[in-house]
């Protein structure tokens, strides 16, 4: 069976390690089962689905039943690699999913993962729900896989706050008493959904100066970071701004997070400061 790259909608591109390789010099076969995996997270990530979250709601897990792997040529120290995964079909109660390593546009590795779908308690298979199916159908078929709704805490509150709780209290380490704000009744919040409706990221929206807007508490859970839903919620957020008419729009942040702002279009104003013990930069935009 011939397998070409745009077989492929989602690739992770990998690079090469020397603890990869073995004494032929050459990527030792076991890893690439690795490289599989390592992709495959990425699949979820890009359908927006994250893995424990989804299957709590899904309430099953995938068991791998079987692995098989082809073996082209090799893949070598510090070569850059494209690791492709995608559904090749649904059984009742199983999915298969085909791999590829390609560098460049040649063929390395190819293989086949047969998942099953079962009860964790007792691992007895059970029919793949049909919420998961549609999720996959709609990657494959290039349609979006987050949507993003604007609205008052009243009505995002408990989402916004359970995401805001995750990344900044519990991971980030930030007291409770200085997340939570008068702040937040009078802010237009966003949140970020996926297609089973969980909530993965959220931000707010301040009138802070008249024609000035300030952004903030923007939160992506870990599992969905580097996949543009963050950037999702900032445009939401953008626009709204835009849509009462202000002229500009202020955020601080957090300075390990300054790439993502520059990548936006917005500019550092001043010098680096600190909030609740963490290095910010005031950056700005105009809309």
Not at 243 to 251: K, Y
């Amino acid at each position: 069976m011939t397998i070409a790259r745009s077989q492929f909608r989602h690739f992770e591109r990998l690079r090469v390690r020397w603890a990869e390789i073995d004494a032929q010099q050459i990527v030792f076969n076991g890893h690439y089962l690795m490289y599989f995996d390592t992709a495959i997270s990425g699949w979820w990530r890009a359908m927006a689905l994250p893995y424990a979250a989804t299957m709590a709601t899904l309430q099953g897990d995938f068991y791998v039943k079987k692995s098989s792997l082809e073996y082209h040529a090799s893949a070598r120290l510090d070569d850059l690699i494209d690791v492709g995964v995608r559904m090749a079909r649904f059984g009742n109660s199983s999915m298969l999913l085909q791999c590829a390593v390609f560098r460049g546009d040649a063929l390395l590795v190819s293989g086949e993962l047969v998942y099953v779908f079962a009860d964790p308690a007792t691992q007895t298979s059970q029919p793949i729900p049909q919420a998961f199916r549609d999720v996959v159908g709609a990657f494959e078929a290039g349609e979006t896989m987050v949507t993003v709704q604007v609205g008052d805490w009243a009505t995002l509150g408990t989402e916004a706050a359970a995401i805001r709780k995750a990344v900044f209290v519990d991971e980030q380490g930030i007291p409770a008493e200085l997340e939570w704000d008068a702040g937040d009744a009078g802010c237009v919040h966003a949140v970020a959904r996926n297609r089973l409706g969980l909530a993965l990221a959220t931000g707010r929206l301040l009138a802070y100066q008249p024609g000035v807007a300030k952004i903030g508490r923007m939160a992506v859970l870990p599992s969905q970071r580097g996949s543009r839903v963050g950037r999702q919620v900032l445009d939401a957020l953008m626009a709204a701004a835009k849509a009462r008419g202000d002229a500009s729009v202020l955020l601080h942040a957090q300075a390990s997070a300054a790439p993502f702002y520059l990548r936006a279009g917005y500019s550092v104003e001043g010098e680096p400061f600190e909030e609740a013990g963490i290095p910010h930069l005031a950056m700005r935009q105009a809309l």
